[in-house]
């Protein structure tokens, strides 16, 4: 059962994980580039991340893997960029991860692989990660579908 989601607070994927743990009232919290950097200026002070000691968004990433028991990279078709380069941590690390490709799974199917995973890794800890929202500015939107769909399936809407 997840206990806590984290992410790096870029636009997309990662800041529609905190807005899902914020209105669900689950703890939640990761890592931040130094300056609260991202693509759409200084991530805002609502969202209580830690700051790096650095301005590499790699380092952040790297952390925020570490820190999970699992990591969930959600996209609209292959990784690029940071999402690969969490997909390569996660393995460097040996921490469980998956993605999920919306291109290629409904919201229902997306959703009950995910419970499965969770469930098979015992996760508490979960690391969510994706493109940013420059790169697919759909991704905001469907990842938190996926998450609304996986952890309160009766309150998701449709599938």
């Keep these: 059962m997840i206990t806590r989601i984290?992410?790096?607070?870029?636009?997309?994927?990662?800041r529609a994980a905190l807005d899902f743990a914020i209105k669900h009232n689950i703890p939640y919290g990761?890592?931040?580039?130094?300056?609260?950097?991202?693509?759409?200026?200084t991530l805002p002070e609502k969202y209580q991340l830690q700051e790096m000691p650095t301005g590499e968004?790699?380092?952040r990433t790297e952390q925020n893997v570490l820190d999970a028991d699992g990591t969930l990279i959600v996209s609209h078709g292959m990784l690029t960029g940071g999402s690969a380069l969490t997909e390569f941590l996660a393995e460097k690390h040996a921490?469980?991860?998956?993605?999920?490709d919306l291109n290629l799974?409904?919201?229902?199917?997306?959703?009950?692989i995910?419970?499965?995973?969770?469930?098979?890794?015992?996760?508490?800890?979960?690391n969510v990660a994706?493109?940013?929202?420059k790169k697919d500015p759909k991704i905001y939107d469907a990842t938190m579908r996926l998450l609304e769909n996986t952890f309160y399936?009766?309150?998701?809407?449709?599938?």
Aim: with cysteine; proline share 8%.
């Design 57 to 59: 968004y790699s380092k």
């Design 153 to 159: 399936p009766d309150e998701g809407g449709p599938t």
């Design 6 to 14: 984290i992410s790096g607070g870029q636009t997309g994927a990662d």
């Design 30 to 41: 990761g890592w931040v580039p130094k300056g609260r950097k991202t693509e759409d200026g």
């Design 130 to 133: 994706g493109p940013r929202g």
């Design 114 to 126: 995910i419970n499965k995973w969770i469930e098979r890794h015992r996760l508490k800890v979960l």
């Design 105 to 112: 799974l409904s919201m229902q199917e997306a959703a009950q």
């Design 95 to 100: 921490r469980p991860c998956l993605h999920i």
